[in-house]
């Protein structure tokens, strides 16, 4: 799964070793690029830059990569069709669905956005675990109660979708795919359900386990030393400064 | 139904997020309120932010073969309020931005004011319209869960014809090529999370009332039980 792919890269990434701000600040810097300079070449140098890091120095599998960014392609596709498609009688198409020239350039370079702004938040996902990002957001003095509760939700849901996962694979094992629709609507109720009554019950004995370990009003926990590098930072201002001066000096 | 990364130019992303910001806000304030009465509302809200999470693993049956998955926000504004599935919502927006690649950053305001925001306050004024004139809790139940799904895909839709209106027609004419886009998927699907309303809060009455009590949300069951 998508979220299990991701979070364990992130555990894994020689990267993880790298101060968190640093990485927010690089990833941030690479999507704003990527959605304020033109798709060519702005975008198109942000993508290229996203996948050398990803694949180079953060040392995250090319088919990981592959894996993640389909989906996203996916939506991104989709959502730039009715962009490429207008309702009149120019260009080319079906009855009063046509297409042009420039909104077919549009679309391409929403896609080219889209893309590279996709690939700029990997950089960030791929090499950082929410736990990490979660204690570095304390800086920020974000209410210890909500961040509480994002580092709980995180850090049940992974238990849930192994729940999850073995419920509907229990359910396939039982042929509950061939059911009816009657029949495979009801089960699903009954799964969802179950999987709900589940979140609440090991909630209350998680609350418990904590209560016992004194836990009253936070959960605060030590976050290991990271040493600044400057030539991180050194190279994010590089990197954002190449990109842009690439746009301006083909645009 | 998300804006992916990069989607939105860059003056309509910043101000979905000013939009969006006041709602999120008054939804931490109303967290951190309960948080502090007891820490056992921590993990309840916690609970339901995984749940919510989780759904989108859990695919609806479909007669045309393709699936989709429930949003749950239109159950959480019931359970909840709708403040607090603002807060929720955000969270789970994040994540699901940073866990499975599925919307964007530049994008979270527009999405946290589609599926966590217009979503659930629209779910939950349909619920107490119903609770009002003494209508059933099934069809109250139902009725949010199917209102916030649309409500969410409506929004969505307004917001992509703002950012792209169409070339001859305006807003209007990508407003119309938006909804029509994603119609095919969109509309069953709420009709699907209102089926899955009834049936889920049928499946609680019938085996989980006492649980409901027993897990400690005493205070939501009358709001939601089945009768």
Redesign the interface.
């Known amino acids: 799964?998508?979220?299990h792919s991701?979070?364990d890269a992130a555990w894994a990434s020689p990267w993880r070793a790298r101060r968190v701000g640093e990485k927010v600040a690089l990833s941030?810097a690479l999507?704003?690029t990527?959605?304020?300079t033109p798709a060519w070449p702005g975008?198109l140098a942000v993508a290229v830059i996203s996948v050398a890091l990803i694949l180079g120095p953060a040392r995250i599998r090319a088919s990981l990569l592959l894996a993640?960014?389909l989906?996203?392609l996916g939506?991104?596709v989709?959502?730039a069709?009715?962009?490429a498609?207008?309702?009149?009688t120019d260009g080319w198409g079906l009855g009063p669905l046509r297409v042009?020239q420039?909104?077919l350039a549009?679309a391409a370079g929403?896609l080219a956005?889209?893309?590279?702004?996709?690939l700029?938040?990997?950089v960030?996902?791929t090499t950082t675990p929410?736990v990490d990002?979660l204690t570095w957001l304390r800086t920020l003095r974000i209410?210890d109660?909500?961040l509480?509760?994002?580092?709980?939700?995180?850090r049940?849901?992974f238990?849930?979708?192994s729940t999850?996962?073995a419920v509907?694979a229990a359910q396939r094992m039982r042929l509950g795919a061939e059911a009816s629709?009657t029949r495979?609507?009801?089960a699903?109720?009954?799964?969802?359900?179950s999987?709900?009554?589940r979140?609440?019950?090991?909630?209350?004995r998680?609350?418990r386990g904590?209560?016992g370990r004194g836990?009253?009003?936070s959960l605060r926990t030590l976050a290991p030393a990271r040493p600044r590098s400057w030539a991180f930072i050194a190279m994010t201002g590089a990197c954002v400064a190449a990109v842009w001066l690439l746009s301006w000096g083909l645009t | 139904m998300?804006?992916?990364?990069?989607?939105l130019p860059?003056l309509h992303?910043a101000a979905w997020f000013v939009v969006a910001t006041p709602f999120v806000v008054h939804g931490?304030r109303a967290?951190?309120r309960e948080?502090?009465q007891s820490?056992?509302n921590?993990?309840?809200?916690?609970?339901a932010?995984?749940?919510t999470?989780?759904?989108s693993?859990?695919k609806?049956?479909s007669?045309t073969g393709s699936s989709s998955h429930p949003t749950g926000t239109g159950a959480g504004a019931v359970l909840f309020g709708p403040p607090v599935m603002a807060?929720?919502g955000t969270?789970?927006l994040?994540?699901q931005?940073?866990?499975?690649?599925?919307g964007?950053?530049?994008t979270l305001g527009a999405n946290v004011f589609a599926m966590a925001i217009a979503g659930p306050w629209a779910g939950y004024g349909v619920w107490r319209l119903i609770k009002a004139v003494k209508g059933p809790t099934w069809l109250g139940v139902s009725l949010a869960m199917a209102t916030a799904n649309l409500t969410t895909y409506c929004v969505t839709s307004v917001q992509?014809a703002l950012a792209?209106p169409?070339?001859?027609?305006g807003f209007w004419?990508?407003l119309?090529?938006?909804l029509g886009?994603f119609a095919p998927t969109q509309l069953p699907l709420s009709v699907a999370e209102g089926?899955?309303g009834v049936?889920?809060f049928?499946?609680?009455a019938r085996?989980?009332a006492p649980?409901?009590v027993r897990?400690?949300?005493t205070r939501e069951v009358p709001r939601v039980q089945a009768r």
């Open positions: 799964m998508i979220t991701i979070d941030l999507v704003l990527a959605l304020l975008s993640v960014t989906l996203p939506f991104l989709v959502g069709l009715p962009v498609i207008h309702f009149g042009t420039e909104g549009a929403l956005h889209g893309i590279a702004g996709t700029a938040i990997m960030l996902a929410m990002l209410p109660p909500i509480e509760i994002a580092a709980l939700t995180y049940l849901l238990v849930l979708l999850t996962m509907l629709v495979r609507w009801a699903m109720a009954a799964t969802t359900g999987i709900m009554l979140t609440w019950d090991r909630t209350t998680l609350q904590l209560e836990y009253e009003d | 998300h804006i992916a990364e990069g989607f860059p992303a931490a967290v951190v948080a502090r820490p056992e921590k993990l309840l809200l916690a609970a932010g995984a749940f999470f989780v759904l693993a859990i609806l049956p007669v807060l929720l969270i789970v994040l994540f931005a940073l866990l499975l690649a599925h964007g950053l530049t992509l792209y169409d070339a001859t027609h004419g990508a119309a090529k938006f886009l089926i899955l049936l889920l049928g499946f609680f085996v989980a649980e409901l897990l400690g949300v």
